[in-house]
């Protein structure tokens, strides 16, 4: 099974290394801009539902979260990691598939035990790996909304993270990507800057430092990015959802920033954007979540650099993400949402002309937020991990093919955790997952024990 990134057109500049971009390439979305509708950080959730599997079969796996789980110690932003104890019984730990702990990381496994906490931002709303300082070992970088500010913690090949470091950035950082944007052969970083109603641009020095802010205008309220090579120069462009202007911008990139953006109007709200061949046309087209519309959008495109009209397709309550792939392996793109409102995912599949057939819904906890896709187990089904920010845990589906989804995997990881990012970071061959809390500004680091 294909994910996304392998069904359109390879991202500009394909030679940036595997490592160097696993999460950066990753399908993903969050949902971290505010509006009228939005839970907040700071706000209480009022649904009391705990995360809930899909079917009727019992949570499998291991360390799945209790009810009556402790939240994690209170950690300083420069604390070191703490073994996590964020449920109350030891026994979870135990409780690796017996595949696991063998140093062998097999197809089929997934080898997640309990997790450990560290300091993380105040409002880190997004967060990804990428071996930012070219030691070949990946980097955690987040941002902190609260602090304008991008912040990194560089890896060492062990799953230990490093000290923060933190850049400026415009008002209200919410997203990031990662991606060579200038001539040199380093990465950089580009960030939605919500209240500045425009992108950020941090050029890297490639030993995990970043330059001063560039910035870059957008559609007003820009809540997610995607990064592609829409025109076919070479070079990554930006595009963004405009969630204060019901529109997708795209801003061409040339080596030394970006042009002016050119903008397409979409549905209520935008948040999260992606850019892929639906229609098999040989004409790229984009997808959005329309969140305040409970719709996602399409706007098949009509030639180099031009999109159609909007078109929306329904889907669940408060749409905040959303992952567009090959989910049931007949090479068309599906649309998978997670959805704030209703409290679950939502799967669609794509008939390769543009269209799409009834809709899958698969029940998460409470207020399900950031959304990525991966193969975790290692068994080539596409996979899918989602943070619960109401129910403080975090669902890992596996997929077991055409489509389908094994019973869900539930771990407890903080206080309202909302962003959700994926990595190899002990490199054993099987990525590790960590989960921003900013209830209580830390994040949750579950390392694979293959």
């Known amino acids: 099974m294909r994910s996304s990134q392998h069904l359109h057109r390879s991202p500009a500049r394909s030679s940036i290394p595997t490592q160097a971009l696993v999460a950066a390439t990753l399908a993903l979305a969050a949902c971290p801009g505010g509006g009228s509708e939005d839970d907040g950080p700071d706000a209480t959730t009022t649904s009391t539902t705990t995360a809930s599997t899909t079917g009727d079969a019992s949570t499998t796996g291991v360390g799945p979260t209790t009810e009556d789980s402790g939240p994690p110690p209170d950690l300083g932003a420069d604390d070191t990691t703490t073994t996590g104890s964020s449920s109350g019984s030891s026994d979870e730990t135990a409780s690796l598939p017996p595949g696991c702990s063998n140093g062998q990381a097999d197809p089929g496994e997934l080898c997640y035990g309990q997790p450990s906490f560290f300091g993380a931002p105040a409002e880190a709303l997004f967060a990804t790996m990428a071996d930012l300082d070219d030691d070949g070992h990946l980097d955690l970088l987040m941002t902190s909304a609260a602090t304008n500010a991008v912040v990194v913690r560089l890896g060492d090949g062990t799953g ?154 329904p889907t669940g309550s408060q749409p905040c993400a959303l992952v567009v792939a090959d989910w049931n392996g007949d090479g068309e793109l599906d649309v998978l949402t997670s959805n704030l409102g209703s ?108």
């Open 160 to 313: 230990d993270l490093g000290p923060e470091t933190s850049t400026t950035t415009g008002a209200r950082p919410v997203s990031l990507r990662v991606d060579r944007f200038d001539a040199n052969e380093t990465l950089d970083v580009v960030i939605a800057q919500e209240d500045a109603n425009s992108i950020g641009l941090l050029l890297g020095d490639g030993a995990g430092g970043l330059g001063s802010l560039l910035s870059y205008p957008t559609g007003a309220a820009p809540n997610d990015l995607f990064i592609f090579d829409f025109d076919g120069d070479g070079m990554p462009d930006v595009l963004t959802s405009d969630g204060g202007a019901d529109t997708i911008s795209y801003l061409r990139g040339t080596g030394f920033g970006f042009q002016a953006p050119v903008s397409f109007a979409v549905g209520v709200q935008p948040n999260g954007v992606f850019l892929g061949e639906l229609s098999g046309d040989a004409n790229i087209d984009a997808v959005i979540a329309n969140r305040g519309a409970n719709s996602f959008g399409v706007l098949l495109g009509t030639g180099p650099t031009m999109l159609g009209p909007h078109s929306p397709v």
């Open 343 to 450: 409290n679950d995912l939502r799967l669609r599949y794509g008939d390769g002309n543009g269209d799409f057939g009834a809709e899958i819904p698969f029940p998460m906890g409470a207020s399900p937020r950031s959304l990525l896709s991966l193969d975790f187990d290692g068994d080539g089904n596409l996979d899918a991990v989602v943070a619960n920010t109401g129910a403080d845990t975090a669902t890992v589906l596996l997929g077991s093919g055409g489509g389908l989804f094994a019973p869900a995997q539930v771990f407890g990881v903080g206080d309202q955790p909302w962003a959700v990012a994926a990595g190899d970071l002990n490199e054993d061959g099987i990525a590790d997952l960590v989960v921003t809390n900013v209830g209580d500004s830390t994040l949750a680091l579950l390392l694979s024990d293959a």
